[in-house]
């Protein structure tokens, strides 16, 4: 793809661009978000630095890519805008996104992407890894593809009761409600990206459960096999944020982790989600 308005320094062969020469500050011209947006199909994971993003611009570009996702159920958010998740950590509240996951894979249309916003970020330490899932995808060998085929898996927002982190998940009480709210959802284990048309994995370590029909035992030990196939380095790029930084990454076609070496340091991250479709 050749880019006219914007400047992309690819971070790695596989997965990853840092964009330059663009405000995100500023109203986006339709030519230059849909190069971004073309960026973020090739990419699938872009990098800004040293924005200087408010509520409303950063609300304004992500709302770019689509319609928004209504508020985390348990994510802290921004009073004013609560469709922006406040992801913060310190020594009373440590990280806990480091565990290779796509985000919120358990409802029926988990999102398109996300928009993550540096806004307080440690001098060391905290860098986030994204994996490419079409990579992971063809790695595999015809024979394991096969049996991939039309096969579904379970995916549940139940591990997040397990944090001591989110006051709304404490108590049973609260979580069953939430889960009455976010029942648990099938996915194919391989789905057709909607823009590109190549598929991808999608069974993620965090979410995913078990894949329907089969042995507890040999679901445990197939997805156990997937899920690990995301840590080689090769599928990957890791960034490393400063203040201001913002990353957009698709949601369809990749994972991340975030590395919690920083801990007990402060860091704030604001993140908006934008809504997806129903995984083909
Ligand atoms: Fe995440």
């Not at 004013?80 to 249309?109: F, G, Y």
């Not at 970020?121 to 096969?146: C, R």
């Not at 982790?257 to 129903?278: E, F, H, K, L």
Request: glycine letters at 6%.
């Amino acid at each position: 793809m050749k880019y006219d308005l914007i400047h992309v320094r690819p971070l790695g062969p596989v997965i990853g661009a840092e964009i330059h020469g663009v405000d995100l500050s500023k109203p986006l011209g339709e030519a230059t978000f849909k190069e971004i947006e073309a960026a973020l199909h090739e990419y699938l994971v872009i990098f800004f630095r040293d924005q200087t993003l408010d509520p409303e611009s950063h609300m304004r570009f992500a709302g770019q890519f689509g319609d928004l996702e209504p508020p985390h159920p348990f994510f802290p958010k921004l009073e004013s805008h609560p469709q922006i998740s406040v992801l913060e950590n310190d020594e009373a509240r440590p990280p806990e996104t480091n565990i290779w996951h796509t985000d919120v894979t358990w409802r029926d249309k988990p999102p398109l992407g996300s928009v993550l916003y540096g806004v307080d970020i440690p001098e060391i330490g905290g860098d986030t890894l994204w994996a490419n899932m079409y990579a992971v995808y063809d790695s595999l060998s015809e024979q394991e593809k096969e049996r991939l085929e039309g096969l579904r898996a379970v995916h549940s927002i139940e591990v997040f009761g397990a944090s001591g982190n989110y006051e709304n998940a404490k108590d049973d009480g609260a979580l069953s409600e939430i889960l009455k709210q976010y029942p648990p959802r099938s996915h194919p284990v391989v789905r057709t990206h909607p823009v590109t048309g190549a598929k991808c994995l999608f069974v993620n370590a965090t979410f995913t459960q078990y894949i329907e029909g089969m042995e507890r035992q040999e679901s445990d030990a197939l997805l156990g096999y997937l899920c690990d196939k995301v840590k080689t380095p090769e599928f990957q790029v890791r960034f490393n944020w400063t203040k201001g930084a913002v990353a957009v990454w698709d949601n369809r076609a990749t994972q991340h982790y975030a590395v919690a070496d920083y801990w007990p340091n402060y860091r704030r991250m604001q993140r908006i989600t934008i809504s997806g479709d129903v995984p083909q």
